[in-house]
């Protein structure tokens, strides 16, 4: 069975900050895709970063980056210099390779709180 | 375009009646799906849509539950007989697979509450 483990329920840190959100999946594919979704108050799941599974390659997108480590099956994703605006929850979610990247197994998400 | 739409954003209801949602897709896209999210969870799907036809249904969705999509553009959820479970947030997705696929784009979500 697919599954996706947040372990971090909420997180809070101070504005400049840097953190790390972490996501350990499961899966019997050999195929997969990877996601992270932003989810801010009002309440629509923004996509972050698509990553298939044999693509290893870390990632950065501004003050954004990814790291994907198949042999631990994780895939964690680190705010660099945390803003007040980084405030939302945020989801890790897994998809099969079927064709279908809207039919996601989401974790349970990790709130994160930028204080000023 | 101005992405995933949806309607009502929030529906008050009494146990034991019907309601109906509408998702309006990003245009073009072929693939339209339905989640349910409760309080402090992760989205959980419920169905998915490529054009017209239903290809798949998750258990949680339960006999009381039918979505549609008639024409291949919007999309319809309907509950029938609400129970006070059913209070939570509906998401609708949309995603194209007709150049390349691309990742699925959500809407702001109907929150129904079941009183």
């Known amino acids: 069975a697919q599954k996706v483990t947040q372990a971090q329920t909420e997180i809070s840190v101070v504005e400049k900050e840097d953190v790390t959100l972490d996501c350990v999946y499961e899966?019997?594919?050999?195929?997969?895709?990877l996601f992270w979704y932003k989810q801010p108050p009002s309440g629509e799941l923004v996509f972050l970063i698509r990553?298939?599974?044999?693509?290893?390659q870390n990632e950065i997108s501004g003050r954004y980056s990814w790291n994907f480590q198949k042999s631990t099956s994780s895939f964690n994703f680190t705010i660099t210099a945390s803003q007040v605006v980084d405030s939302a929850v945020y989801f890790c979610?897994?998809?099969?390779?079927?064709?279908?990247?809207?039919?996601?197994?989401f974790g349970k998400g990790t709130k994160l709180s930028v204080k000023p | 375009d101005t992405g995933v739409s949806q309607d009502p954003r929030h529906k008050i209801t009494k146990r034991g009646q019907n309601v109906t949602f509408r998702c309006d897709p990003i245009s073009e896209h072929n693939r339209l799906y339905w989640y349910r999210q409760t309080l402090g969870q992760g989205p959980e799907f419920l169905t998915y849509f490529q054009n017209e036809a239903q290809l798949e249904k998750s258990r949680l969705l339960s006999d009381r539950f039918s979505a549609e999509r008639p024409k291949g553009s919007f999309s319809t959820l309907e509950i029938q007989r609400t129970e006070q479970g059913d209070s939570a947030m509906y998401l609708c997705a949309s995603s194209s697979t007709r150049n390349t696929d691309t990742e699925a784009f959500f809407g702001q979500g109907t929150r129904l509450t079941v009183v």
């Open positions: 990553r298939n599974s044999f693509d290893e």
């Open positions: 899966t019997r594919d050999t195929t997969y895709y």
């Open positions: 979610a897994l998809s099969d390779y079927r064709g279908s990247q809207g039919n996601l197994i």
